[in-house]
């Protein structure tokens, strides 16, 4: 398939673009609203060259970080890759990311720039007034965005930077174990942290997935999911860049056209995480489901009650994996293994399952997964800036998952649940604190904590997500007001499933709230209890 064993993306593309320049690797499809955008190794390299030369201008360089606030789009790869000709890291972020969870992100990584969509720019604008150490912001022009007349003046189009004439900046060759992007995990049990992803670990681990995934040279992918997520970055795109298998993109995930997508660029092969499988499921049967180029799906969370139904009636299998944006991967392969196990460990990993304590579980009984390299070597983590971080998730010598899981007769591994208390829902880890904080911000309740239940989806280890409110005592309470705030402050992922109102949280003598006590009286049809109502049924 002509892949390469580069060390960093630019040389990657630099070596691909040399033998096959203009081989169309990546396509950014527009769906009805605008025109497709694709990229050959040709137009990366050059739009990469004349992109870097515009940052260098305005004083990028080595050790230099930008943060990426934006969707899918052809310059997010054309970020990465000038980054990497300058020496400069890039920290990739979510543009529904908005408030503290955004300034933390741009202060954790002491980012000097940023580069957003227009449509981010007005949640990056809100966090810069917060004594942020930013230079300067450029935005990239949409259709979603507002108008250029109402940007501020000191904000730079993106298009401007891009110098076409110039001297092309050299290939580096000695940049694997620098910086390539810091990946913010969602703050489980604290602030995120920011995972260091080096340019060696980013092209290894596109090739262990390109192997142990059994993508062909014929095969054509397909992500809805976002690049500033480890699973689109190292399971579509760099394994697509690394054997110039065509891969298609959408600037976000939509499973009403997702189907269709796949019919119109014939892609055989596309990925989803969690809850998205039971979401895609719940859609009502049409007798074409199964009339389609997919050869295999590949999932991170496939409910068991529903694998071998989703098998049978969109016509295709199941490729089920694990792994997180700080390493590991185990893969259950098409057709062997145990419907609900996420698989084995990949060649080259070696595992322990673990109590609390570091002392090895009985096989079948659930304990923390624990992975480092089959040469025993110790497994190199690190957290940007957080070394005691670094220092826990490495303890030992071996990359501590945070997952609960067991292991069957056998030796396939399934997952159970997220060690320590964080809520994983459709894919994504929800930090309580983020929630709680906008609710506590609303002048609605006096008092508030967020905790998870059993996802409704019955996907494996996801949960749904409940407010518990304590009202103000006036009387005034209007559930549906409170989901509009959540909604105008939070990613969408992030706003409760449930708003349970109580009279006051129950704590323990240190003001710990007491969760279980929470989930005794918790029903979903309970008095209580309330879901958001869609706009039209509230205003009627």
């Known amino acids: 398939m002509g892949t390469t064993a580069c060390d960093n993306i630019a040389q990657l593309i630099y070596e691909q673009f040399s033998t096959r320049p203009d081989k169309v690797v990546l396509t950014f499809e527009g769906g009805d609203a605008r025109p497709d955008v ?35 789009h052809a310059e997010f790869v054309e970020v990465l890759l000038a980054g990497a000709l300058l020496r400069a890291a890039v920290v990739p972020i979510d543009p529904r990311t908005r408030g503290e969870k955004l300034a933390f992100m741009v202060r954790n990584s002491r980012s000097t720039a940023i580069i957003a969509a227009d449509y981010a720019l007005p949640n990056v604008e809100s966090v810069e007034r917060e004594a942020l150490a930013v230079d300067w912001v450029c935005t990239l022009a949409t259709d979603e965005g507002p108008p250029r007349e109402s940007w501020r003046p000191d904000v730079v189009e993106l298009s401007k930077l891009f110098l076409r004439y110039g001297e092309d900046l050299p290939v580096p060759q000695d940049i694997g174990e620098e910086i390539m992007q810091i990946i913010h995990t969602s703050g489980t049990t604290g602030d995120p942290k920011g995972i260091v992803l080096t340019h060696h670990r980013f092209c290894d681990t596109s090739r262990r997935t390109l192997s142990a995934f059994g993508y062909q040279s014929d095969d054509r992918l397909y992500s809805g999911l976002s690049l500033t997520h480890a699973n689109a970055m190292m399971v579509t795109m760099g394994p697509a860049l690394t054997a110039g298998i065509p891969a298609v993109f959408s600037r976000r995930f939509t499973r009403s056209r997702l189907w269709a997508i796949t019919r119109k660029y014939q892609c055989t092969t596309f990925t989803l995480l969690g809850g998205m499988t039971t979401s895609l499921y719940a859609q009502p049967s049409k007798p074409g489901d199964a009339d389609n180029p997919v050869r295999f799906v590949v999932s991170a969370g496939m ?41 084995k460990l990949a060649p080259g990993y070696v595992y322990r399952i673990v109590d609390d304590s570091g002392v090895d579980v009985p096989r079948g009984h659930p304990g923390e997964l624990w992975v480092r390299a089959a040469e025993m070597t110790p497994y190199k983590i690190e957290y940007f800036g957080n070394p005691q971080a670094s220092a826990l998730k490495g303890a030992g010598g071996w990359l501590h998952m945070g997952d609960v899981v067991h292991e069957d007769a056998d030796g396939w591994l399934y997952f159970d ?7 994983r829902r459709n894919g994504d880890f929800i930090s309580p604190s983020f929630v709680e904080k906008a609710i506590a911000e609303s002048g609605i309740v006096q008092d508030v904590f967020v905790y ?46 449930y708003l349970q109102v109580v009279d006051q949280i129950p704590k323990t003598a240190s003001e710990k709230p007491q969760e279980h006590e929470l989930v005794k009286v918790f029903a979903p049809d309970a008095e209580h209890v309330y879901r958001e109502q869609p706009a039209e049924k509230v205003a009627g």
């Open 38 to 72: 694709v990229r050959s190794y040709r137009d990366l390299w050059r739009n990469g060259q004349a992109l870097a030369r515009g940052l260098k201008q305005r004083g990028i360089g080595p050790g230099a970080v930008i943060a990426l606030v934006m969707a899918n």
């Open 303 to 343: 409910p068991a009650v529903i694998w071998e139904d989703f098998e049978r009636r969109f016509g295709v299998r199941v490729l089920e994996f694990y792994g997180a944006a700080e390493g590991g991967l185990a893969v259950k392969p098409i057709g062997m293994g145990p419907t609900g196990s996420f698989g």
């Open 417 to 423: 649940y997220r060690k320590g208390g964080g809520i």
């Open 452 to 497: 998870g239940i059993a996802s409704c989806s019955g996907a494996p280890g996801e949960k749904d997500v409940v407010a518990a409110v304590v009202p103000l005592g006036d009387g005034s309470f209007d559930a549906q007001a409170l989901y509009r705030w959540c909604r105008s402050r939070l990613e969408s992922n992030f706003v409760p499933s």
